[in-house]
Nanobody, 116 residues
Framework: QVQLVESGGGLVQPGGSLRLSCAASGSTGSIYVTGWYRQAPGKQRESVAVLTTGLNIVYADSVKGRFTISTNSAKNTVYLQMNSLKPEDTAVYYC??????????WGQGTQVTVSS
């Protein structure tokens, strides 16, 4: 059974940084598409950063230049480096992985709170 386990969320002051991790376990195979999404209270889930096969990356306009998505294939882990955090970045962050025939999965979510 495939599981995605996220970590790295927490409370940070405006201007600070956090790095989220999403570790995949189980019989996953290769990652075809992976991404980070977020959902703030009262709002719909939105895409933050998506990385596809061929290293094509799409960032939300609101995070361009501040967030970076990356992967470590050997560890089957996806990261989201978040710099210059703003209060409006406060949300629950979810990772997503498409393993092709092995299926598509979501992490359980990790809370990020940006506040002074």
């Amino acid at each position: 059974q495939v599981q995605l386990v996220e970590s790295g969320g927490g409370l940070v002051q405006p201007g600070g940084s956090l790095r989220l991790s999403c570790a995949a376990s189980g019989s996953t195979g290769s990652i075809y598409v992976t991404g980070w999404y977020r959902q703030a209270p009262g709002k719909q889930r939105e895409s933050v950063a998506v990385l596809t096969t061929g290293l094509n990356i799409v960032y939300a306009d609101s995070v361009k230049g501040r967030f970076t998505i990356s992967t470590n294939s050997a560890k089957n882990t996806v990261y989201l480096q978040m710099n210059s955090l703003k209060p409006e970045d406060t949300a629950v962050y979810y990772c997503y992985c498409n393993f092709g025939s092995a299926g598509r999965y979501w992490g359980q979510g990790t809370q990020v709170t940006v506040s002074s």
